[in-house]
Structure formats: structure tokens, C-alpha cells
């Protein structure tokens, strides 16, 4: 594998259900994100996690809970999600080079989530 | 903070032809810039990005932007299309500034071709 994986690639989900979308990146990479895209709006930033320690949330209702057990993987746990909640979920990976410049970010190929 | 505008929502132009898809930012410092692609089930490929020196950067796929800093536009051009290229294209702008790591996605081109 190569990149950016991310499973599963597709996911259909009740309100009521507990699931996880796993991110895995093979590039060596110190620092991982994850995106949200619904139709019509632009990529909203979710969560940032360099050198496995979280430094972003994005005001990020708690029905979505991030885990970053090395810096090779990442996870979204889901649990009591809304329909609006249905979206393209994209995790990317980048280099951190120095404190406060922006990297280069490379992205999997999502997973879309439908939530019933 | 900054903000990204690609103002055409969609664009069609025939095989062969030229392409240049419109990105303008705000952000108070020097930006970082990228042009990223989405072909359809996807995610983002990076097509090229501006950090600093030239102003005219290349990229892959046969593909360039020019960073213009007095008209606050990192436009994407290509001299002629290919089937291949439709898709959607995303433009993006990073901070240089200390603190502020986020990439600020515009809400995408989505680019047709006609044979």
C-alpha cells in the first residue's frame, strides 16, 4: 500500500449505531487530519493531530471522537450521528517542518458516510 | 483569517482548448497556495503549490499557476485539455503566520469536457 488508505470506502449507518472510519498513511508522515465534505460546501477542517497529540479541534460536535494511537494511524469514532451528518470524510497526512508553516497535505480517498 | 473565492461553480470547455480556472484569497501575509484535484469517488491529488520564488509554478499533469500578489489570485492553467481532466478542482490557501497550520479550501470548480 501506498499513500493514503482509508476504510471503509463506503458506510451506511443508523442514528443509533457506534462505528469507526480508520486512516492509515504510508509516507512517513509526523501529522494527520481529518476532513468533512458535504455537497455545495467547502472542506471543513475537523481535527489536527501532529506528533500524536491533538492540536485542533474545530468545534467539533461530540458525536465524533478522533484517536491517534501512532502517528502512522488514524481513527473517527461514531456514535448517535444525525442525517446531516452524511458526508465525504477525507483523511490527509503531511511533513510538519517547522512550527507555523503550512505543509503539504496529502489526502486518502475518503469514506462516504450515510447516516439513515 | 483567510478565505479562499473560486467564482465559476462550473466550467465546460471543449477537448484541445485552453483552461484557466479563476482562485482569489485574502489573507494578510505571504499565503501558501494549492491547486488540488478531485476526480469523482476520490480524494484530493495535489496538483502543484506556491511557497515562495517563482511565481509561476508547474505542476503535474500538464498543468501551472501564476501567482499574482497585487491582484491576490493564484490562477490554474492548462494550454490544452484533455477528457482525462474532468473533474473537480479545488484551490487552497495555508498560513505562514506562527500558530496557524490550517489549510482554507475554496468550494471547488467542477470542470467538463466535450468532445
Known amino acids: 500500500e501506498t499513500g493514503v488508505t482509508q476504510t471503509p470506502r463506503h458506510l451506511v449507518m443508523g442514528m443509533t449505531n457506534k462505528k469507526s472510519l480508520k486512516c492509515e498513511q504510508h509516507?512517513?508522515?509526523?501529522?494527520m487530519y481529518w476532513y468533512k465534505q458535504s455537497a455545495k460546501k467547502p472542506l471543513e477542517l475537523m481535527f489536527v493531530?501532529?506528533?500524536?497529540?491533538?492540536?485542533e479541534n474545530n468545534s467539533v460536535p461530540s458525536r465524533f471522537s478522533p484517536e491517534c494511537p501512532n502517528s502512522s494511524h488514524l481513527f473517527l469514532h461514531l456514535h448517535t450521528l444525525q442525517p446531516e451528518d452524511s458526508a465525504l470524510y477525507l483523511c490527509a497526512s503531511s511533513q510538519r517542518q517547522t512550527p507555523g508553516s503550512t505543509d503539504t497535505q496529502y489526502f486518502g480517498p475518503g469514506t462516504r458516510l450515510t447516516v439513515l | 483569517a483567510q478565505s479562499v473565492t473560486q467564482p465559476d461553480i462550473h466550467i465546460t470547455v471543449s477537448e484541445g482548448a485552453s483552461l484557466e480556472l479563476r482562485c482569489n484569497y485574502s489573507y494578510g501575509a505571504t499565503p501558501y497556495l494549492f491547486w488540488y484535484v478531485q476526480s469523482p469517488g476520490q480524494g484530493l491529488q495535489l496538483l502543484l503549490k506556491y511557497f515562495s520564488g517563482d511565481t509561476l509554478v508547474q505542476g503535474i499533469k500538464g498543468f501551472e499557476a501564476e501567482f499574482k500578489r497585487s491582484q491576490s489570485s493564484f490562477n490554474l492553467r492548462k494550454p490544452s485539455v484533455h477528457w482525462s481532466d474532468a473533474a473537480e478542482y479545488f484551490c487552497?490557501?495555508?498560513?505562514?503566520?506562527?500558530?496557524?497550520?490550517?489549510?482554507?479550501f475554496g468550494t471547488g470548480t467542477r470542470l467538463t469536457i466535450i468532445p
Open positions: 509516507l512517513g508522515h509526523n501529522a
Open positions: 487552497a490557501v495555508g498560513a505562514s503566520n506562527f500558530g496557524n497550520e490550517k489549510l482554507t
Open positions: 493531530y501532529s506528533l500524536e497529540e491533538r492540536v
